[in-house]
């Protein structure tokens, strides 16, 4: 679920789920349609200034997720292309959380 995010901290366009823009979005208090303005893509960026720039997109997302329930990261992370189920996303959260796994 980080690397869109990251990725577009640095400038570089993705798609990102809409699950993930909304939740990066209401922990920057801003409408998700602000994001991709947000990031002004093809700016041309020294690497400090990227590194400074993802730094603090990943310290949103793990504030984001930090006030999610277990659920809710799951079902932000899934796709459906992805190899996992959403109770699978959500075992493995919870287990990194330190938290028993429902075992669905």
Same mark, same amino acid.
């Given at each position: 679920?980080?690397? $869109? %995010? @990251?990725?577009?901290?640095?400038?570089? /366009? %993705?798609? *990102?789920? $809409?699950? %993930? /823009?909304?939740? *990066?979005?209401?922990?920057?208090?801003?409408? $998700?349609?602000?994001?991709? *303005?947000? !990031?002004? +893509?093809?700016?041309?960026?020294?690497?400090?200034?990227?590194?400074?720039?993802?730094?603090?997109? !990943?310290?949103?997302?793990? =504030? &984001?997720?930090?006030?999610?329930? /277990?659920?809710?990261? =799951?079902?932000? /992370?899934?796709? #459906? &292309?992805? $190899?996992?189920? *959403?109770? +699978?996303?959500?075992?493995?959260?919870?287990?990194?959380?330190?938290?028993? #796994? @429902?075992?669905?």
């Amino acid at each position: 679920m980080l690397e $869109p %995010v @990251l990725q577009l901290a640095v400038g570089r /366009a %993705v798609e *990102v789920e $809409p699950a %993930v /823009a909304e939740a *990066v979005a209401a922990r920057l208090g801003i409408e $998700p349609t602000e994001i991709e *303005v947000l !990031f002004d +893509e093809g700016q041309q960026r020294t690497h400090a200034q990227a590194i400074t720039r993802a730094a603090k997109a !990943f310290a949103n997302t793990l =504030a &984001t997720c930090a006030q999610m329930t /277990a659920r809710e990261q =799951a079902e932000a /992370a899934w796709t #459906p &292309t992805g $190899p996992y189920t *959403v109770d +699978e996303l959500e075992d493995q959260i919870r287990e990194d959380r330190g938290m028993a #796994p @429902l075992g669905r």
